[in-house]
């Protein structure tokens, strides 16, 4: 994604303040995301943030006495709005709605037509707020209490500075983000009642016995990877086969994948981070066609989510 164009000074080097400007942008794609759940949504919202900001006269940008602090309000307010309608538009989605998947900087390719490509470093930082247990969480709060949590908890933003965004008072904002907190405890204490937190290592293991025992089609050996109440949701958004309603049962789920390995022969399955954690990514003739991500509790896998809508998978195309 690129930011309106503006003349560079004599010499090339840019305005000391211009620069300061341009580099919030990694932040703001980050909060975008973490509010939307998608990386192409969270580039046209700072797009758009930052064409609000070239709108300005010059002496309207140097009245701004913080513009890191503006260009978060705009942006957070953008994303607000976008959320309020998210829903209607979800309405319609065919089948489930899936977070956009994203993948570890060393596996990163290229980004959707006219965004910018490169390091995922310099976009998205990956840790526990972005994988994919706690943003299917997020979709389930309100607007406000998706963004007052996110802006407090997540980027440590004060309640004051948050109901400038919100359009609350500060003590309104800091109940939407009580409500918001108890909405995670409950949905990690359902995951943890009985098993503790399962480490990195031993997720990362699990998911490898899955990529081989779906690999070698052993529908024994996937049903003894999974919990026998595990839940798959795929994401198709109409635009690619799918099951539409979830896959519920241990039997169920391991038929299900072993029924896709059957029907594509030629599917190369790789090992891949997704959204921080370890997940799987399919590919057909070099194409990345669905990316999965788990949530494993214990010794066993409790949820997946299968992303193939190819509009969520551009982030995955190989060169």
Known sequence: MS???????????????????ISERRRLINLGYRLLGSLAEAEDVVQETYARWYALSRREQEAIASPGAWLTKVAGRICLDLLGSARARRERYV????????PDRTEWATGRAGAATGDPADRI???????MAFLVVLESMTPAERVAFVLHDVFRYTFAEVAEIVGRTPAACRQLASSARRRIRASRAAETAIEPATPSARQAGIVREFKAAWEAQDIDALIGLLDPDVRTIADSGGLVPAVLRPIEGDEQVARGFVDVAVKAPGLEILERTVNGQPGLAARLDGVTVVVVAFDVVGDRIKHIWAVRNPEKLRSWTTR
């Open 125 to 131: 930082t990956l840790d526990e707020s972005v994988n």
């Open 3 to 21: 930011t309106p164009s503006e003349p560079e000074p004599e010499g090339g080097a840019l305005d000391p303040g211009l620069s300061a400007v």
């Open 95 to 102: 089948g489930a709605w899936i977070p956009e998947p994203l």
